[in-house]
C-alpha cells in the first residue's frame, strides 16, 4: 500500500482557515484535513484531521465506518451516547481517547462548549 502522507515537520497550524463541514455532518460541526487521503471507496490510505464542535453543536445518529479511527480530545468537552435531541450521554473532558475498530457503532456526540479533536483514520493493509 501506498504512503498517502508526507514528511512535515513542525510548524504552526492556520487554526482560522481550512476547515469545511465534512458530507453528513451538520453545520457548525468542521475538519480539518492535516495530512493524508483517506479513500473509502477503494478502502485505501489514512488521514489525520482536527474535528471541532462549535458550542452546543450535535449529532443525531450513531457512526459507523469500514475504518480504523483513534480520537484524542484536545479541548473542550465531548459527549457520547446523547439522543436525537442532544439529551443524555457520558461526558468526557481533555486527554481522553479512543481507538474503535472498523463497524464498531459509536456516537451520536455532543459538546456544550466546543471542542477540538485529533483524529487517525486508516485501513488494515491488505
Same mark, same amino acid.
Given at each position: 500500500?501506498?504512503?498517502? /502522507?508526507?514528511?512535515?515537520?513542525?510548524?504552526? *497550524?492556520?487554526?482560522?482557515?481550512?476547515? $469545511?463541514?465534512?458530507?453528513? +455532518?451538520?453545520?457548525? *460541526?468542521? =475538519?480539518?484535513?492535516?495530512?493524508?487521503?483517506?479513500?473509502?471507496?477503494?478502502?485505501?490510505? $489514512?488521514? %489525520?484531521?482536527? *474535528?471541532?464542535?462549535?458550542?452546543?453543536?450535535?449529532?443525531?445518529?450513531?457512526?459507523?465506518?469500514?475504518?480504523?479511527?483513534?480520537?484524542? *480530545?484536545? $479541548?473542550?468537552?465531548?459527549?457520547?451516547?446523547?439522543?436525537? /435531541?442532544?439529551?443524555?450521554?457520558?461526558?468526557?473532558?481533555?486527554?481522553?481517547?479512543?481507538?474503535?475498530?472498523?463497524?464498531?457503532? =459509536?456516537?451520536?456526540? /455532543? %459538546?456544550?462548549?466546543?471542542?477540538?479533536?485529533?483524529?487517525? =483514520? +486508516?485501513?488494515?493493509?491488505?
Amino acid at each position: 500500500m501506498a504512503v498517502t /502522507k508526507k514528511h512535515d515537520e513542525f510548524h504552526a *497550524l492556520d487554526m482560522d482557515t481550512g476547515w $469545511s463541514v465534512p458530507p453528513g +455532518y451538520p453545520e457548525g *460541526l468542521e =475538519h480539518k484535513i492535516l495530512s493524508g487521503e483517506l479513500d473509502e471507496a477503494n478502502h485505501k490510505g $489514512s488521514r %489525520s484531521r482536527l *474535528l471541532r464542535f462549535q458550542p452546543g453543536v450535535y449529532t443525531t445518529e450513531p457512526f459507523v465506518h469500514e475504518y480504523w479511527e483513534e480520537v484524542f *480530545l484536545v $479541548s473542550g468537552d465531548l459527549t457520547v451516547g446523547n439522543d436525537e /435531541k442532544g439529551d443524555g450521554g457520558e461526558n468526557y473532558k481533555p486527554f481522553t481517547y479512543a481507538c474503535r475498530p472498523p463497524g464498531a457503532v =459509536h456516537g451520536p456526540f /455532543k %459538546s456544550e462548549g466546543g471542542c477540538i479533536l485529533y483524529e487517525i =483514520h +486508516y485501513f488494515d493493509p491488505a
